[in-house]
């Protein structure tokens, strides 16, 4: 009923960028928070970052200042913008979102397939 798909994973050397994206599509009446996680080989999968419907983030303390997150409600987007990227952040990153479908009253998480982000020292 809800697909979430990223994109924009590779591999970058470090100090590098990259962009991520998420888009959601299916039987969505909304989305209440959307974020991204990440799971590094051989570790729990960990929050990244997230922001609700309306535009409220919160990072993990590894990330702040060099991540940012944002979303598109109308297109029921989300996006993580990577920069000055480190060896440590080499992962897979999923996309996360809460949603309420059509013609139900329960929200239920959702994700995606996961993206390969790789730096390299």
């Known amino acids: 009923q809800v697909q979430l798909v990223e994109s924009g994973g590779g591999l970058v050397q470090a100090g590098g960028s990259l962009r991520l994206s998420c888009a959601a599509s299916?039987?969505?009446?909304?989305?209440?928070?959307m974020g991204w996680y990440r799971q590094a080989p051989g570790k729990q999968r960990e929050l990244v970052a997230s922001?609700?419907?309306?535009?409220?983030?919160n990072y993990a303390d590894s990330v702040k200042g060099r991540f940012t997150i944002s979303r598109d409600n109308a297109k029921n987007e989300v996006f993580l913008q990577m920069n000055s990227l480190k060896p440590e952040d080499t992962a897979v990153y999923y996309c996360?979102?809460?949603?309420?479908?059509?013609?139900?009253?329960?929200?239920?998480?959702?994700w995606g397939q996961g993206t390969q982000v790789t730096v390299s020292s």
């Open positions: 996360n979102a809460l949603i309420l479908l059509l013609y139900s009253s329960t929200v239920r998480r959702y």
């Open positions: 922001i609700t419907i309306g535009g409220t983030t």
């Open positions: 299916g039987s969505i009446s909304t989305i209440n928070a």
